[in-house]
């Protein structure tokens, strides 16, 4: 059998490089193990793709973030996308987004009144993504509801995924593994906080904002107490926007 030519192989080599990218967009920061167990390679296959990612900074490798009391042992390396990384999927229209905010603020006069323009905005923005939300977690039985929130988001661009929270509190985690506007956050955090009190409302709990994508950390975390009786009244968000380490 002859060998493939060297542009077919270049070409797979990028196509098996934007799938561990792409693998690590969804499901959010990630081990080698658990790259070459998803994707079917090898883990010195996923090493040597990652060497490059990280060359082209597409990745970076990080501690991995424990959440909870820590376990003995040294924590497994994890690997993240970077903002470049980030930008290679569908970040184009940051600027444009940021720019539209600002002239919303300075609309306003500026200072706290341009603040809460914009959080008038988010929150604007946020009720009418939910109704499509609201729809998928009402029909959900109530131990049901976060899982159900999470397929939404993941319909909306999300990458969302819910667990139960690790640690000695009873709960789950609803995780965004991309955010299509983090970097516009980064400047503008009303728009996780607007996105935390709407996930509280459709929950009908309080929720808390361990992590965001904006403040640096590699996933959207939010934790939800699990409780017997959730009830669609609405409730107070915690700690909104912002990883409050």
Request: proline fraction near 5%.
């Amino acid at each position: 059998m002859s060998e493939a030519p060297q542009g077919e192989l270049a070409t797979g080599e990028r196509s098996t490089r934007n799938r561990v990218a792409r693998s690590i967009l969804d499901h959010g920061p990630s081990t080698v193990a658990d790259l070459a167990q998803r994707l079917g390679l090898t883990q010195a296959a996923v090493r040597r793709h990652l060497d490059t990612l990280v060359t082209d900074d597409v990745v970076a490798p990080r501690e991995q973030r424990v959440y909870g009391a820590r376990t003995r042992g040294r924590p497994a390396k994890v690997f993240a996308l970077t903002d470049c990384g980030r930008d290679a999927f569908d970040q184009s229209y940051d600027t444009l987004a940021a720019d539209a905010l600002r002239w919303i603020a300075q609309g306003a006069g500026g200072g706290d009144q341009g603040e809460a323009a914009v959080a008038a905005f988010a929150r604007a923005r946020m009720e009418a993504q939910a109704k499509a939300y609201r729809e998928s977690v009402e029909a959900a039985a109530p131990a049901d509801r976060t899982e159900a929130l999470a397929k939404a988001l993941t319909a909306d661009g999300y990458a969302a995924t819910a667990k139960s929270a690790p640690g000695p509190h009873s709960g789950e985690q609803l995780c965004q593994h991309h955010c299509p506007v983090a970097h516009v956050a980064e400047q503008f955090p009303q728009l996780c906080e607007a996105e935390t009190e709407v996930f509280s409302r459709l929950l009908g709990t309080h929720v808390q904002r361990l992590a965001t994508i904006a403040h640096g950390d590699g996933v959207c975390t939010t934790f939800i107490p699990r409780s017997a009786t959730q009830t669609d009244t609405p409730a107070s968000a915690s700690t909104a926007g912002r990883n409050p380490a």
